[in-house]
């Protein structure tokens, strides 16, 4: 049994912030150089990089929350200081969390190549990626992407030799680094070839943010609502330029006058899913965002509750 507390101490929830991007300073408490790792798996790279160097800050982003728990039970183990992990796409929210000019380095050790062309979108280093890197990396920063797999090294190295924002280093194959992945060693095991690419920031380029900015927490009084309307929005689609929200399904606990709307939404590329609840207080009702999810408070996200609030107010 792990101490519970200790482990979770690493894990941040952003979602919850109301203002981006984030103040690493104020995270770490310090102004140290920041490195980010994206899909660290166990975390044994990130572990024995942020032990070896107390002088740097690392955040490291998962799709995965057992990968997310074992990685914050290796810091735990080994008593690291410097290090959170965030849950999500990094692709998108390293866009919303970092202001410009701020990391170091970004390191992508054995990502999953999605080999099959209608998967392509899937992959790490596609061009809207390059570009958020090119706002959030240092000038003089690096990316540096470690692969078994030959083709993908040769598309990423052509995605950032093609990008005015960077210049890349000759591939290094079978490369030898004093710290090994998971998947570095199981390739390893097999023989594999390896390969690794190091591209580095010459000039910057301004992304555009989804977030940016303070963000309060969208809530809307109304008088009276109109119940037919409500269960009505169940699969309907709105849209407002590049946001869209799909009502997926109305709960209804109508003992409690109370609603709640499952909700699809994007801007962009960026898609949530959270619940919408309505219920009445004493004079009125309440349109807010459910707290059992905690979306990132996107226009998206802003446009869902007050276009519901008009919608069925009666
Ligand atoms: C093949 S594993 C490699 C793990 C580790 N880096 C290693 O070398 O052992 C790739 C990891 O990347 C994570 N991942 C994939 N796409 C991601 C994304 N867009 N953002 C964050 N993590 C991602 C997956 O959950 C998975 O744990």
Redo the contacts with the bound molecule.
């Keep these: 049994m792990h101490d519970k507390i200790g482990v979770l101490k690493y894990f941040m929830k952003p979602q919850q912030y109301d203002t981006y991007p984030i103040k690493w300073n104020e995270i770490f408490g310090n102004k140290r150089k920041i490195y980010v ?6 975390g ?2 990130m572990t024995a990089l942020a032990k070896s160097n107390p002088d740097i800050n690392f955040i490291g ?4 929350l057992t ?1 997310l728990y074992k990685a914050q039970i290796n810091f735990h183990k080994n008593n690291i200081k410097n290090a959170r992990v965030i849950q ?4 998108l929210l390293i866009r919303e969390l970092f202001p410009s000019n701020s990391i170091s380095k970004l390191i ?5 190549p999605w080999p099959k062309k209608r998967h392509k979108e ?1 992959r ?1 280093f596609i061009t809207s990626f390059i570009n958020t890197l090119a706002d959030v990396l240092k000038k003089g920063g690096t990316i540096e992407l ?1 692969t078994d797999v030959d083709w993908y090294a040769q598309e990423v190295y052509e995605n950032f030799s093609n990008s005015e924002f960077f210049e890349t280093q000759d591939i290094i194959k079978n490369f030898n680094r004093p710290i090994k ?4 060693l199981k390739w390893d095991n097999e023989g594999r070839n390896k390969y690794l690419l190091i591209a580095k920031k010459l000039k910057s380029f301004k992304i555009k943010r989804v977030l940016e900015g303070v963000s309060e927490l969208p809530h809307k009084n109304i008088k009276d609502i109109d119940i037919e309307k409500l269960k009505s929005l169940k699969d309907k689609t709105f849209k407002d330029n590049n946001i869209t929200f799909t009502v997926s399904s109305v709960y209804e606990d109508l003992l409690n006058d109370r609603f709640l709307l499952r909700v699809v939404s994007t801007d962009d590329d960026f898609m949530q899913q959270y619940y919408i609840s309505i219920y009445k207080k004493t004079n009125d009702w309440l349109v807010k965002l459910d707290s059992t999810t905690i979306p990132y408070r996107t226009p998206a996200v802003k446009y869902t509750v007050y276009k519901i609030a008009e919608l069925i107010e009666k």
Excluded: Q
Aim: include cysteine.
């Design positions: 790792e994206i899909g660290f798996g166990s044994e790279y982003f998962e799709t995965s990968a999500g796409d990094a692709r992508v050790n054995f990502p999953c899937r790490i470690a992945t998971k998947y570095e």
